[in-house]
């Protein structure tokens, strides 16, 4: 038996053992032991002993846990016991803060199981009536609250309801006597946060017994509003009086409060300008929180009614406080303010002044500092910030008009002196967060370019890094005003040599290559230069946004000749070092020389109705044979290097994905090549490539045939890879591309796999072996291909083979996977993936209900043991779902609600 020395030997252990295994091995035994019939009387015995707060608050947390999760285990007849028993510990633990929450937890909880617990705040009041008790007291009224709403109570929403229902009309009673604590404790501050946290809770609980709160007789409204002139209460009474405001949001029953609580609030803006004049955070943040909460509210006023001009006038003050994360709060109420005239296509004049001011404010708070010499760090408060600011007028910014907000930065910007590279800097970037709305006719967009094509690169590292930025960002401008090419080019290509500016500068190239594919190709001999940086100043990263751009400008040159050539000379300096490498001259890393090529070919967008070469091949056919003939190169001398095949069969995708049915000549031999290195090495890459080939190639009819044999070979190669489907786990990546392929095949051309009715077999048994693999990835992709397999039943109604093979498979071995994705729902995976779970169920449910349904029963997820929050009743219902559900979504709420039975604990 496990007595209470042994839960304080292994807390002790936990706690305090140097050894990190018996640390754990005591941390482990200690959840097993709360899952145990004798943590009851164990965590009872170490209450009333106080061995340590350590050991009390773990036992108060074990009683909250078995409470919680373990109720049914408790008897009928000793229910009662348990809570006198509780309130005695709460007696005991008054002192004990820590403690003291689990208790009333357990308190909270115990009540939402009592449905014969009526008269709640009565009993608990009249419990903790002594004086002595008062903090608990109020400790178990902020819990109780709270504790309706929490999810992990496993209770129907009847009960939930009922409570609710019971404690609102109740409630009346607790604000005057948490107003008769407060009056009481006029130095006890840990008795005021107390009260002002209980009033939150309740405000936000509100029911019935909330009306009238306002009323002065009470003064709780005063007490919030005066609180906040105390340090230690003010960010509970903020909190607070934002509860106020929320329960003010139900003007049917709370008309008043909100009529009492705007004079109120707004007596706080003298307190808010002093915060503003002193730079003071924390109590500015509360301030604003409260100002924000009743502006959100009221935005749809702001908008139709004059009278609110007060309000925005508000926010707008709230904008001129220096902390980013005090202004950062009232972006909510602007995003409200865009939602509304966005929705309602509302006249967006009364607002433009105000709007304008926020910009004013704005454009002040995203500067840098003066005495900064570098870049702004990623990781500087004030870059997140700016993101912050760069979303919020992405969303508003119609309000004033994009091109009046850039004429309004344009304006500041040209006015700052040189020597003022803060204000520049940020009107650069003010304006970089609009530019992408500006129209091409813009006049402000061609003297803010020229400003930058002036000053860029003599000024402060961080105006010249922003202004490739907008460079990048305004490049379809630029192509459309071909006289700033040149110009904005220079700069672009003198930066790209520059560690400190690189990555800006060649995302501009990439923008500038992919808006002016017609104009750029005279800029093309540059990329020569700048993959001469490559390694040294320019990351890999970098280098492919370079590639993406100059596989653009390829793409739309004239003639298709011109195409091939270009195409030709960029990849040749990335496959010729790949040829010296299988020549044995240049031991390097095929790494990157695949990467960029993959990224040419992938971003490479020939429009073939027009660029077809005489001969009528595509124009990049000829650097793809050549690519092709490399990548059978390094797979011959390397094929035991299973990095390097991975990145020759990315290299073979996106070749056939950029040619599409113009790689048709290379089909045979990446067939051939791929079938003999998956019969040989096995590589699950190998699987990749045959759905690259069976999605490009499966619905041109010529090549049924041979993707039927290159299908029948991977599959049989690979089930004979996995063996027995017992030991499927331990294969996850194979499994992941095995089911990609399957899937494909199915979706493309499913005869080619069901008109083999072994092969289909097999691979249906092993995806049903493959649901429960403890793998997030492979779950996902197996769950995938099981809704295309069976959904196929009905997709393809008219074809014999498909429905036929189907129908035979799921009367043979549809038992099994039905048991499979029980046992899933039974906890068996995450919740995230019972929305597919419950299609599978239901295409099988749709196919053959009666049998499937009166086989669940066994599931092996559904058998003892189960999981003690689970009852009969819930499997009883589970199934019933199954055999009466009328609609798809009716199965999945059914699944999702058994499946939160087996959530973990926390």
Known sequence: AISSEHVVTALQIMLSDPDSAKKHEADKWLKEFQKSRMAWEVSDQLLQRNHSTEASHFAAQTMRTKILYYFHELPAESLESLRASLFQHVYNYCSSNTVLVQLCLAIADLLLYLPQWTHVLRDIMGALQDPRHRFALVCLLTELPEEVNNSHVKIDKHRRKDVAYELGMESACVYPFLMECWNHAANDMRMRMQVLQCVRNWLKFGGQGAMGIENPSLGLLPALFDALAVTELQQDAGYAIEACISLSRDHQHHAHLRTALIPHVFSLVEAFRQTIAESDEEPGRVYVSIFTALAEDEAQRVITDPSAVPIIELMVLCAQHPDHAVVRITFSFWYNIGDILHETHGDTSRIQPYYTQLLGSLINLVKCSPSMTGLLS????????????????????????????????????????????????????????????????????????????????????????????????????????????????????????????????????????????????????AVDVIFAYAGSVLKQDDVNEVLKGASRVISALSPPSAIRDAAAHLCNQFISPLNEMIAGRAPLSAHQPLE??????????????????????????????????????????????????????????????????????????????????????????????????????????????????????????????????????????????????ASKIIVIQPVLLFKDQALATATFQYASAAVLVPNRDTNEIVVDFLCEFVGAYHKHCTDAIVRGTIQSILESYGVPLVHSLLSAVAGGLPSFMIPDISTVMWHLLTIARDHFVSNARAAPGLQPPLDPRVSGADIERLLHAMATAKRKEDLRDEFRAFSRLFAPID
């Open 378 to 525: 990623r990781n500087d408060d004030l870059h997140e910030f700016r993101v912050d600011t760069k979303d919020l007028l992405l969303d508003t910014s119609f309000i004033l008009g994009p091109p009046t907000c850039i004429n309004l930065f344009a304006s500041y910007l040209l006015q700052q002196p040189a020597d003022q590279w803060a204000n520049i800097e940020a009107a650069l970037f003010m304006i970089l967060t609009v530019a992408g709305r500006a129209p091409l006719d813009n006049q402000d967009i061609g003297h803010v370019l020229s400003f930058v094509a002036a000053n860029a690169t003599k000024s402060h590292p961080a105006i010249r890094n922003i202004s490739l930025s907008l460079v990048g960002m305004l490049a379809d401008w630029v192509c459309a005003n071909p006289d700033s090419i040149s110009p904005l080019f220079s700069i672009v290509h003198e930066s790209i040599s520059s560690k400190t500016f690189a990555c800006n500068a060649a995302y501009a190239l990439k923008c500038l290559f992919s808006a002016g594919r017609g104009q750029m190709g005279s800029f093309l001999p």
């Open 596 to 741: 960029y090529l993959c990224t040419f070919f992938r971003n490479a967008n020939v429009v073939v109705s027009d660029s077809l070469l005489p001969d009528g091949s595509h124009p990049l056919a000829p650097i793809a044979a050549d690519l092709w003939a490399t990548i059978d190169g390094l797979l011959t001398h390397f094929e035991s290097d299973s990095q390097l095949v991975e990145d020759c069969m990315h290299g073979i995708k996106w070749i056939v994905r950029s040619l599409s049915s113009y790689a048709s000549p290379l089909f045979q031999v990446v067939a051939t090549r791929t079938t003999e290195l998956y019969h040989k090495k096995q590589y699950p890459a190998c699987l990749y490539v045959g759905s690259i080939l069976v999605e490009t190639f499966g619905p041109n009819p010529a090549f049924r045939e041979p993707l039927s044999g290159l299908i029948h070979t991977l599959i049989t190669s690979t089930l004979s890879r996995l063996g027995p489907r017992e030991s499927i786990a331990s294969q996850p990546e194979l499994i992941e591309d095995f089911f990609r392929l």
